[in-house]
């Protein structure tokens, strides 16, 4: 294979060493396009283009492997390089989750195939196995933690009482948060993942900005002095759930338990809980981001095109349609200052706590009522999720 590589930031610096290291793949970089051609480069200055027309018109490269942080331009070169008859490995979740239905179009038009291993979880090998493994079983949830650095943050700020600002500062330097940190913490970047794994799990297409999120930024001290009390960890929860014809699909900071599987997945970590019929409950545990992590995902992704592998979407063709439901009851915790939420949008509330440092109440909401809430919107309230 021949490939034309765009991008040498993290991960394709990560993927070059992990291709150096790896003699199985018969693998071999023609160039690389990057956006800044005056930029220093660890490598020979002959590898790289700022002109990507060097690589889509290039015959003689016939793997695009896509490694960008801008999700449009990303897609462009995609489609472009799927037009030209050339396979795709990209690590670009905004660009899969937002782009999944013409991607899927791109694939069966022009007979390519399109892998995105790395996308998802980095080096945890989630979508082959959700395509492959889980084909006959009938798959009932997942749920895990799919992001890296809001881990990372989240670990350090309970287990280290260490400040918002400066663990994302290290999340940063470490090269385990996005280029715009507010996908992250926004918890956009799950939902983007949960976006593409609803796909490979269920057959269930929705668009992102459907899927009920919130991130970690209005965390405080009040909420982890609550959960260190209470034995708990906060983790931002991706979760997608049979219920009967409907899928429940949403991605929320989360007390768990601190004997649970999934609090004890920290820092980078990412983890993956998958519960079916036949297999009943399975655990798929690793590094959601970084360099070489997520590189050896890219790696295995071009190695299995070696082989002709491609995605075959088999749930989608199955199952029978399901749709997004937003009328789920949840529980609650709710942490406000002055302004206390709309007790009249609570089905039950079941705990009400006030202090001198904060005020929450614990009760059982509705979805829907949650996502129309204004109280929301209030600066110094803040939701997590219980249990
Ligand atoms: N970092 C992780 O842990 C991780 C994990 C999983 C998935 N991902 C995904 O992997 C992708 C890359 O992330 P990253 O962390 O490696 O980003 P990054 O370190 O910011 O590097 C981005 C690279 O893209 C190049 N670039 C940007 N726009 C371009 C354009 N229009 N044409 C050609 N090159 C362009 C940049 O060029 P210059 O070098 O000239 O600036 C740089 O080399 C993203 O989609 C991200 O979501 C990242």
Not at 42 to 68: P, Q, R, Y
Request: with cysteine; hydrophobic share 40%.
């Amino acid at each position: 294979m021949k490939l034309g590589i765009f991008g040498f930031g993290v991960v394709g610096q990560g993927l070059y060493h992990v291709l150096q290291q790896s003699n199985s793949i018969q693998a071999e970089i023609e160039k690389f396009c990057i956006k800044d051609i005056t930029k220093p480069r660890s490598l020979d200055k002959a590898l790289f283009t700022d002109d990507k027309n060097e690589l889509l018109h290039n015959d003689k490269i016939d793997v695009i492997v896509e490694l960008i942080d801008d999700a449009e331009a990303a897609f462009e070169i995609v489609k472009e390089a799927m037009n030209r008859g050339k396979h795709v490995v990209s690590a670009n979740k905004k660009m899969i989750a937002e782009h999944l239905e013409e991607l899927l179009e791109l694939q069966r038009k022009n007979k390519v195939s399109l892998l995105y291993e790395g996308s998802c979880c980095a080096s945890i090998p989630i979508i082959r196995n959700l395509e492959e493994y889980y084909d006959n079983d009938l798959m009932t949830s997942l749920e895990g933690i799919f992001n890296g650095s809001t881990n990372f943050i989240l670990t350090k700020m309970i287990n280290e009482s260490a400040s918002y600002e400066n663990v994302l500062k290290e999340a940063q330097d470490l090269g385990f948060a996005e280029s715009d940190p507010t996908l992250d913490v926004e918890g956009i970047d799950a939902r983007y993942k949960l976006c593409i794994l609803l796909y490979h799990a269920f057959g269930l297409i929705t668009n992102p900005d459907e899927l009920f999120t919130l991130g970690i930024t209005k965390i405080n001290t009040f909420d982890i002095e609550f959960a260190q009390k209470n034995n708990y960890e906060i983790k931002l929860i991706a979760r997608g759930k049979k219920v009967g014809d409907f899928i429940d699909a949403t991605v929320l900071p989360t007390f768990v338990h601190q004997s649970s599987i999934l609090a004890q997945t920290k820092n980078e970590y990412n983890a993956v809980i998958l519960e079916s019929a036949f297999s009943e409950s399975q655990f798929l545990y690793g590094k959601g981001a970084g360099d070489k992590p997520t590189g050896s995902a890219v790696l295995s992704d071009i190695s299995a095109l070696g082989y002709g592998y491609r995605y075959e979407y088999k749930k989608a063709s199955r199952t029978n349609n399901f749709a997004l439901h937003e009328d789920f009851e949840m529980k609650v915790y709710v942490r406000f200052k002055d302004q206390h939420p709309n007790e009249s949008d609570f089905i039950e509330v079941v705990e009400k706590y006030s202090g001198p440092d904060g005020n929450y109440w614990i009760g059982y909401v509705s979805r829907q009522k949650m996502k129309d809430a204004k109280w929301l919107e209030i600066p110094d309230l803040n939701v997590i999720a219980l249990g």
